[in-house]
């Protein structure tokens, strides 16, 4: 079993950043994929960043690119989610997740396994 828990989310003025974090529990975080996910009330959730096992392919939503970067430590067991240049849009709350295949790296929710619980990001005009 997995359990992942994210941090970092808060209050922010356009054009700020923000660091989220996330961090899991158990063997399997190095061996598997992990993405951010974002959810706005009345909306389905949007992929917003993904990376490898080894942390060596990145992918993002063309929304996020060039602003957000993802990052993950597997010594820490955490993945990271660093955001900058911050818009109101961005304003949802933010999800880690964790994908059991190691083959092929997913953007769609459907196909990650395991779920944190969220945390707020607002983004203020």
């Known amino acids: 079993q997995v359990q992942l828990v994210e941090s970092g989310g808060g209050l922010v003025q356009t054009g700020g950043s923000l660091r989220l974090s996330c961090a899991a529990s158990?063997?399997?975080?190095?061996?598997?994929?992990m993405g951010w996910f974002r959810r706005v009330p009345g909306k389905e959730r949007e992929f917003v960043a993904a990376?490898?096992?080894?942390?060596?392919?990145?992918y993002y939503a063309d929304s996020v690119k060039g602003r957000f970067t993802i990052s993950r430590d597997n010594s820490k067991n955490t993945v990271y989610l660093q955001m900058n240049s911050l818009k109101p849009e961005d304003t949802a709350v933010y999800y880690c997740?964790?994908?059991?295949?190691?083959?092929?790296?997913?953007?769609?929710?459907?196909?990650?396994?395991?779920w944190g619980q969220g945390t707020q990001v607002t983004v203020s005009s």
């Open positions: 997740a964790l994908d059991l295949n190691r083959v092929v790296v997913h953007t769609t929710p459907d196909q990650y396994n395991y």
């Open positions: 158990g063997r399997l975080f190095s061996t598997y994929t």
């Open positions: 990376i490898s096992w080894a942390g060596s392919g990145t």
